[in-house]
């Protein structure tokens, strides 16, 4: 069976920083692209970032730029997202997510992390 | 970007109806358009990717249709466990964005 279970979100400062972690199991994430998605409490739905099965190509959306790293070690199943410079806007449950192809759809989700930023 | 509008915000409906809901693109995504299902306290499902091919284990009475900036996901006859709020994605260009949702409410 297919899991993906987050953790490392805590309530933050803004300014702070923050390390997720997503530790996958049922499968191998060294054949997939995998993403983190956020959604804000009462919000929608927003991609955040990806990484190649191998880390060679990366991708964020433009608010998180220079700010968030995502990294993976497929040794451990594992995908990751250093979070700094944190600011009140990226309160929101991350999800961490498997991915297909490039540009990927999402086919199997973890139950999310809660990051809070608040002074 | 890429700006997906869904509407209706709400459609109000009950079981045994059909749900018609609706994802435009502001510009063409030809067929690279996801729709997901989310229902309180839970992680996003996949529902439909690439515009039509239901996911795994999805039921039929879930079916999506469309291409370039129009979309649809139709429920043909809604079911108690169907009522969630459902978005698009489109899968084209970087960002990946995702419509602000269709709340499918009794």
């Known amino acids: 069976e297919v899991q993906l279970v987050e953790s490392g979100g805590a309530l933050v400062q803004p300014g702070g920083s923050l390390r997720l972690s997503c530790a996958a199991s049922?499968?191998?994430?060294?054949?997939?692209?995998m993403s983190w998605v956020r959604q804000a409490p009462g919000k929608g739905l927003e991609w955040v970032a990806n990484?190649?099965?191998?880390?060679?190509?990366?991708y964020y959306v433009d608010s998180v730029k220079g700010r968030f790293t995502i990294s993976r070690d497929n040794a451990e199943n594992s995908l990751f997202l250093q979070m700094n410079s944190l600011r009140v806007e990226d309160t929101a449950l991350y999800y961490c997510?498997?991915?297909?192809?490039?540009?990927?759809?999402?086919?199997?989700w973890g139950q999310g992390t809660l990051v809070t930023v608040s002074s | 970007e890429i700006v997906l509008t869904q509407s209706p915000a709400t459609l109000s409906l009950s079981p045994g109806e059909r749900a018609t809901l609706s994802c435009r693109a502001s510009?063409?995504?030809?067929?690279?358009l996801v729709w997901y299902q989310q229902k309180p306290g839970q992680a996003p499902r996949l529902l439909v990717y690439?515009?039509?091919n239901r996911a795994t284990g999805i039921p039929a009475r879930f079916s999506g249709s469309g291409s370039g900036t129009d979309f649809s996901l139709t429920i043909s006859s809604l079911e108690s466990e169907d009522f969630a709020v459902y978005y698009c994605?489109?899968?084209?260009?970087?960002?990946?964005?995702f419509g602000g949702g269709t709340k499918v409410e009794i």
């Open positions: 997510a498997r991915g297909y192809d490039r540009f990927p759809y999402f086919d199997y």
């Open positions: 049922g499968f191998t994430i060294s054949t997939f692209w």
């Open positions: 990484i190649k099965q191998d880390g060679s190509e990366i």
């Open positions: 510009q063409s995504v030809t067929r690279f």
């Open positions: 690439d515009a039509s």
């Open positions: 994605q489109q899968r084209m260009y970087w960002p990946l964005t």
